[in-house]
Nanobody, 117 residues
Framework: QVQLVESGGGLVQAGDSLRLSCAASGGSGYAMGWFRQAPGKEREFVAAINWSGDNTNYADSVKGRFTIAGDNAKNSVYLQMNSLKPEDTAVYYC????????????WGQGTQVTVSS
């Protein structure tokens, strides 16, 4: 069983930056990344990184603003979010799975990100 613990969410203003962290325990060697879910909407993919860190994938809506990075020594993944917009407001979930998160094996509990206009 892999446990994912997220941190770094909060309330910011439009244009600000925020950095999310996710630490995994009980497993390694798989892809990690982030999904998000806004109120009344389905959970959507945000970004993913493979275990070796040489392959990443981003949703079109965050390309150029968000950067995902991994630290294998800490079994952690980070999401640097710049130029935040109100539409980025959502609960952000850390995910652990195969093939750049084509299949999710484990979810974190989620962390709230709120961007005010």
């Amino acid at each position: 069983q892999v446990q994912l613990v997220e941190s770094g969410g909060g309330l910011v203003q439009a244009g600000d930056s925020l950095r999310l962290s996710c630490a995994a325990s009980g497993g390694s060697g798989y892809a990690m990344g982030w999904f998000r879910q806004a109120p009344g909407k389905e959970r959507e993919f945000v970004a993913a990184i493979n275990w070796s860190g040489d392959n990443t994938n981003y949703a079109d809506s965050v390309k150029g603003r968000f950067t995902i990075a991994g630290d294998n020594a800490k079994n952690s993944v980070y999401l640097q979010m710049n130029s935040l917009k109100p539409e980025d407001t959502a609960v952000y979930y850390c995910a652990y799975g195969t093939a750049l998160l084509a299949r999710i094996l484990f979810w974190g509990q989620g962390t709230q990100v709120t961007v005010s206009s």
